[in-house]
């Protein structure tokens, strides 16, 4: 592994963005043996300024430097139009969105994805060893390079196609955002009784941690999944809030039918 | 810390049940310096019978032995039951149930509650250091030998009430099952369309790591936070499952009345 990453040969990029995904992907790349990020490109480098040391930045987008593929990875609704604006053609230009198609880039170039499914936060170092890349390309020959990119930061990747991919997109959401909502519901309801939430973070590693290795359809466990209708209702009586009575009772509606009850 | 718990008088324990709970307490009180489980009681040895070599195995009430404290850990239907039945008065006795109130033990004993708050899988040995116990005594006096039990098998504890153990059962609720639901919901949707659900799991953990150390309202990201329509629509669309997509817009509106959308 280690013998062929030493042998690889080096990959030119050029970064498109300032976000959070731009300045943690330039970060990983940046201590990566086989990847150059020749260029930094923002519509404003006032973000970007801090790197000028380290890697030539960049706000116009006609003086775009040569590379082996452009990662343009700024908001979904404005990756079309920066990919028209791109002054060449027949590159590989990929973006980093886990809802656009790949269609959404403009076709004068050759077009690929690069989605990061994972959550990022500003500030916190990012291990990509954690951070699961969904690549897609219209020309097979395009692909060892992207493979290359997510080898070269430790990253397990997938093919994925643009259907899958916003499928995944949507799943995140549940694993991520919705399920975020139900911890805040958590903290919410012990705040109320003065319990420290502390108490529940173990449980929420351990629910985590259980469906690493079991599917969540086994790992479920609980008054719903008994049926047992006491307690469910003993539950119902302590809620005060109408929209967390709400999602206990759909929650629990879901994993009957889940079950078969 | 060590010092102090090899000075720590030896807790003699009478186990009764064996359930998961009851099974995963004498494992871990096996190991412990200062406890000595004397006896094990369950109303059929079957399950316990193969330990007869290493403790006392009892199928008779009225036989049980002296102890420092009798651990109630059965199902809560028949927890009151039991207590009533025991032969003896003003012995600590302890139920491990996250929902019956201390009370619902007879008042013959001395009461206790010892509630792990973890969910608990056959077969799998458990870190109880990973197990934080919510302890409850009526007499004061009560309280140092649960913690002392507590501490030898290295959980943390909290002294926390009935009344907030009911509402930690209820949050329990919605950390573990009803989030293990939105797994599942993510396995179903990403199974359908040939997607590895092992492209969901490290941001499982993340999304779980993430409220160890920040509160779950300043983790939250997401198209429903950003009041991203466009993306709340395109995910409504791509969702078949009416139970899935009642989900999608209760924990979409629960999020924005939590940020004030």
Redesign the interface.
Same mark, same amino acid.
């Given at each position: 592994m280690y013998y062929l990453l030493n042998l690889a040969i080096m990959i030119k990029v050029v970064l498109i963005g300032a976000g959070n995904v731009a300045c943690h992907l330039y970060k990983a790349f940046k201590k990566a043996d086989a990847v150059e990020v020749v260029q930094w490109y923002n519509r404003s480098t006032h973000a970007i300024i801090q790197y000028q040391n380290e890697t030539e930045i960049c706000d116009k987008i006609n003086n775009l430097k040569d590379a082996d593929v452009y990662i343009i990875a700024i908001s979904?609704d404005a990756i079309t139009n920066v990919s028209r604006k791109l002054p060449f053609n027949d590159k590989l230009v990929v973006h980093t969105s886990g809802?656009l198609n790949i269609h959404g880039l403009d076709k004068k170039n050759r077009r690929g994805v690069f989605y990061p499914?994972?959550?990022f936060?500003k500030d916190v170092e990012l291990d990509f060893s954690?951070?699961?890349f969904?690549i897609e390309v219209l020309e097979k020959k395009d692909l060892p390079i992207l493979k290359q990119l997510a080898e070269q930061i430790y990253s397990p990747f997938?093919k994925?196609n643009s259907?899958?991919r916003? =499928?995944? !997109?949507?799943?995140?959401?549940?694993? @991520?955002?919705?399920?975020?909502? +139900?911890?805040? =519901?958590? !903290?919410e309801?012990?705040d109320?009784? @003065?319990?420290?939430?502390?108490? +529940?973070?173990?449980?929420?590693?351990?629910?985590?941690?259980?469906?690493?290795n079991?599917?969540?359809?086994l790992?479920?466990?609980?008054?719903?999944?008994r049926n047992d209708k006491k307690?469910i209702n003993?539950?119902l009586k302590?809620?005060d809030n109408e929209?967390?009575k709400?999602?206990?009772k759909?929650?629990t509606?879901?994993?009957q039918?889940?079950h078969g009850k």
């Open positions: 979904d809802s499914l994972q959550t936060s954690n951070v699961p969904c997938y994925i259907e899958q916003q =499928i995944l !997109h949507l799943a995140a959401v549940y694993v @991520n955002n919705f399920t975020n909502q +139900l911890y805040r =519901i958590a !903290h309801i012990s109320i009784k @003065n319990i420290n939430f502390d108490i +529940l973070k173990p449980l929420i590693s351990e629910t985590a941690n259980k469906v690493q079991v599917s969540p359809y790992a479920q466990t609980g008054p719903a999944l307690t003993k539950h302590l809620l929209t967390h709400e999602i206990y759909l929650l509606k879901a994993i039918e889940t």
